[in-house]
Structures are given as structure tokens and as C-alpha cells.
């Protein structure tokens, strides 16, 4: 079974612009998160989406958007980057069928905002 | 204040160490917890969760839940090099029927190198 795929691993932006991140979750699972980690924060919720629904969202600024697709695929958008949304974006899927799932999660888009 | 607290490290041990990685946590209401290991330029992985108090073996990890006391740890016994990596403890709440949420609240990680 294919993992939790993100694209693009990598990516430079400059400040004011904005940007698209892709995730496709593992067949099967209904429920994708974000996350953003960096050196001095952690890792730290953004939100969840299942079947197209956002379900939680975290503490972040209203730059940060996402969306889910009928497929389960996702994609988080930050507009007017900011120095300070440099950082690893992580998604995770999860099944959601049970009492406990597990969320796996992808390799991460590496973002720097120059 | 930080809802999870864990202490950064870095941690170094021998190969065949016992390693002890420790976190507390502020909110109540969590209910259950995990244990995360994240390779260099990798996602994070799950290693071990437990749901409310108690002990959890799998191997060589050992996970323990207080919850009078607010504190887990993972205890690594025959530590080896292939164990360095970055551990992160994580928690979340669930509804009344006991499904986990979604949203994983994680630790600021501790780094373990295990040398030869």
C-alpha cells in the first residue's frame, strides 16, 4: 500500500507571495491533517479535513486555508508568505473508522520564505 | 505555557543503554498518547499509543501513562545506533464514545543519538 504522498518536497518562495501544497493521503483513509514544524515551535496543528469538511482547525492566521477534494486528496494554501512560515508542512491521513487511528504521515514539503 | 512539555536534549547514549524520554502535559482531558520517532528528512512515525493510564510493552519500548500526575514516558531498553532519531510524544483528546480527534497536540521532541 503506497504511503502518504506530498508534493513538491521542496520549495522557494519569496515574501508576499503565496503557495499550494499537495497531499495525497493513503487509499482507504477519509481524513487528512496539517501540520507545521519548525526548530522553535514543534510541530503544531494547523487543521483537519474529513470528507471535504473542515473538521478542527488550529491557531493559525487566516493566510493558512485548505481544502479536500472528493478523492481525499488535499492541499493547504498560504498567501502573503511571511519569513516566518519557513518551515517543514507535514499532512497526515488517517482512516477515521475506528476508535483509534493511527495518522500516517508523508515526508513533507520543506518550505523557505526568502 | 505549553499544553505538552518535553525535554529537548539532545540526548547521547552508549549502544545497549536503557533511554528514558519523558513528557507532561497540562490539559486533563487528553486521553490518549503516543510516541513518535522522526528520521532526519522523514515524517514522523508511530511506534507506540496508549489509551488512558497504564503500561504498554512492544519489544523494546515500554510506554507508561500517569495520568494523576499528567507525565509519560517511552523507556528504550538494548538502545542501538539505528534508534538515534528525534522522539516525539503526542496526545489528543477523543469524543464520549472513545474515537480519537484528529488533532495531534506533540512535544518539542528530544533528540537521542546512540552511539557504538
Known amino acids: 500500500k503506497a504511503g502518504v504522498t506530498q508534493t513538491p518536497r521542496y520549495l522557494i518562495k519569496t515574501r508576499g507571495q503565496q503557495v499550494t501544497l499537495s497531499c495525497s493521503p493513503i487509499s482507504g483513509h477519509r481524513s487528512v491533517s496539517w501540520y507545521q514544524q519548525t526548530p522553535g515551535q514543534g510541530l503544531q496543528f494547523l487543521f483537519e479535513y474529513f470528507s471535504e469538511t473542515q473538521r478542527n482547525k488550529g491557531n493559525f492566521p487566516g493566510r493558512f486555508s485548505g481544502r479536500q477534494f472528493s478523492n481525499s486528496r488535499s492541499e493547504m494554501n498560504v498567501s502573503t508568505l511571511e519569513l516566518g512560515d519557513s518551515a517543514l508542512y507535514l499532512c497526515?491521513?488517517?482512516?477515521?473508522?475506528?476508535?483509534?487511528?493511527?495518522?500516517?504521515f508523508g515526508p513533507g514539503t520543506r518550505l523557505t520564505v526568502l | 505555557q505549553k499544553e505538552v512539555e518535553q525535554d529537548p536534549g539532545p540526548l547521547s547514549v552508549p549502544e545497549g543503554a536503557i533511554v528514558s524520554l519523558n513528557c507532561t502535559y497540562s490539559n486533563s482531558a487528553f486521553q490518549y498518547f503516543m510516541w513518535y520517532r522522526q528520521y532526519s528528512r522523514k515524517g514522523p512515525e508511530l511506534l507506540m499509543y496508549?489509551?488512558?493510564?497504564g503500561n504498554k510493552e512492544d519489544g523494546r519500548f515500554t510506554a507508561q501513562v500517569d495520568k494523576s500526575s499528567k507525565y509519560i514516558s517511552l523507556f528504550i531498553r538494548d538502545s542501538q545506533p539505528s534508534d538515534s532519531a528525534t522522539y516525539l510524544c503526542a496526545m489528543s483528546l477523543s469524543n464520549a464514545g472513545g474515537t480519537s480527534y484528529g488533532k495531534l497536540t506533540f512535544g518539542q521532541g528530544t533528540i537521542l543519538t546512540v552511539h557504538p
Open positions: 496508549t489509551y488512558s493510564s
Open positions: 497526515a491521513s488517517r482512516a477515521a473508522a475506528s476508535s483509534y487511528n493511527e495518522q500516517f
